[in-house]
């Protein structure tokens, strides 16, 4: 069965200190790793898509990176508005998508 | 505008009642699904659809159903068998063969 686990649960940071959130994933036959950013009262909203161990994908604050067990959203300098839910899930040869319970990231100005 | 609508916002069921939540997208994707968000938790699977007129079951069916007539609709309905309806409910949708998931932005039932 297809399992996800991110940590931490929440994260507090100060504007400007940068961090790491953590998505462990165990998939038989990865289609893809995603990580979405969830606001309260909202939808999730799509930031990357994985496929393979080594790949890296970048958008403004946020890197994400790929090992074969797990994968990291990376933040550098965040700012307040980067606050938000961050959401990590892995499609496998079930074709539905699997998500972790989310890491609540609250940024201090 | 190209998207996935999802109606209504906010939805008050009595006890016993059936309730339905509106999916609608214009994107021409062929997959939908719908997800269950309880406060602090991640998105549960309740069913998804990947052409028209097919389905299949998520983690968390009992007590929903789901129709899927048309491309571009797949109405979830809350019967009075899901003993729990409270949540947050997210209706999605992907291209075939795609891998990206793109959400609606979700709609709110409450048990009164």
């Known amino acids: 069965e297809d399992q996800v686990t991110q940590s931490p649960e929440a994260l507090r940071l100060q504007e400007g200190e940068s961090s790491s959130l953590n998505c462990s994933y165990t998939?038989?036959?990865?289609?893809?790793l995603f990580w979405y950013r969830q606001d309260p009262g909202k939808g999730p909203e799509f930031l990357f898509t994985?496929?393979?161990a080594g790949e890296e994908k970048e958008k403004e604050r946020l890197k994400a990176t790929l090992t074969k067990k797990e994968s990291f959203l990376h933040i550098t300098a965040p700012k307040p508005e980067d606050s938000a839910t961050y959401l990590c899930?892995?499609?496998?040869?079930?074709?539905?998508?699997?998500f972790g319970q989310g890491t609540r990231l609250t940024i201090n100005p | 505008d190209g998207g996935i609508t999802q109606s209504p916002k906010y939805l008050f069921r009595k006890e016993g009642q059936n309730v339905t939540l509106s999916c609608e997208q214009n994107?021409?994707?062929?997959?939908m699904y719908w997800y269950r968000q309880d406060p602090g938790q991640g998105l549960r699977l309740i069913y998804y659809?990947?052409?028209?007129?097919?389905?299949q079951k998520g983690d968390i069916a009992e007590g929903y159903s789901v129709s899927r007539e048309k491309k571009e609709s797949f109405p979830l309905t809350v019967t009075s068998a899901q003993k729990n309806p409270t949540a947050f409910y997210l209706c999605a949708c992907t291209q075939a063969g795609g891998n990206t998931i793109y959400f609606g932005e979700g709609s709110w039932l409450t048990v009164v």
């Open positions: 659809s990947q052409i028209v007129n097919d389905f």
């Open positions: 994985l496929y393979s």
């Open positions: 994107l021409n994707h062929d997959a």
């Open positions: 998939v038989s036959g990865l289609r893809g």
């Open positions: 899930a892995v499609r496998g040869g079930a074709q539905k998508l699997v």
